[in-house]
Structure formats: structure tokens, C-alpha cells
């Protein structure tokens, strides 16, 4: 399993971002795919996952209705499209799977992480 994070970048307050995530070599069709951040000193935290199978998804609280995950069967990659970006955004964001395809966002769950994207929201 491979997953390859993309679209991080620097952006001022109010703006938007869309993250992609480029998954491959899962051994069956139904995972879940997630989007997590970390922030320095803080705990990962998940934001949104997807069901690939049925297209079910779950966001956090904290993401206030700003982001919005979604699969694209045409490039096999899940994306993370965040608007009204604000500085508390800043951090590494990463892609995960979730093999067993249960749609959670404890981190535990995961199995496979990519390497991580950084996302800067500053003026």
C-alpha cells in the first residue's frame, strides 16, 4: 500500500487549499481513506475519512463544515478540498488507510500513512 500526499502549501487567512492523496496497491476494493493533521506539540488528530467502497463519510467537529473529503475513481486518489482557511489550520496534513474499511477517525485504526504535507495558513 502505497499513499503519496500532495497540494500542501503556504495560504493566507480565508483562503483554500485542496489536498490530494494518491493510494495504491490495495489488496481489495472496500478501505477507508482518511485526512489527519498534526500540529507541533499537539496529537494527530483526524478530520475526515471516507468509505471507498459505499462513498460514506465522517468529518470532525473541528472542521466546521470548511472541508470536504471526496474520492476520484478517475485518478484513484482521495482529495481534501478546505476553504476559509484560518492560522489554526497550520500543520502537516496526511493521508491514511484504514484496510479493515471501518470509518473512524481514531488514529489507531489506520495502518498506512503517507508522508505528510505541510500546510501554512499566515498573512
Known amino acids: 500500500v502505497q499513499l503519496v500526499e500532495s497540494g500542501g502549501g503556504l495560504v493566507q487567512p480565508g483562503g483554500s487549499l485542496r489536498l490530494s492523496c494518491a493510494a495504491s496497491g490495495f489488496p481489495k476494493e472496500n478501505y477507508v481513506l482518511g485526512w489527519f493533521r498534526q500540529a507541533p506539540g499537539k496529537a494527530r488528530e483526524g478530520l475526515a475519512a471516507?468509505?471507498?467502497?459505499?462513498?460514506?463519510?465522517i468529518y470532525a467537529d473541528s472542521v466546521d463544515e470548511r472541508f470536504t473529503i471526496s474520492f476520484d475513481n478517475a485518478k484513484n486518489t482521495v482529495d481534501l478540498q478546505m476553504n476559509s482557511l484560518k492560522p489554526e489550520d497550520t500543520a502537516v496534513y496526511y493521508c491514511?488507510?484504514?484496510?479493515?474499511?471501518?470509518?473512524?477517525?481514531?488514529?489507531?485504526?489506520?495502518?498506512?500513512w503517507g508522508q505528510g504535507t505541510q500546510v501554512t495558513v499566515s498573512s
Open positions: 471516507i468509505n471507498r467502497g459505499g462513498g460514506m463519510t
Open positions: 491514511a488507510a484504514d484496510p479493515d474499511a471501518v470509518l473512524t477517525l481514531r488514529v489507531q485504526a489506520y495502518d498506512y
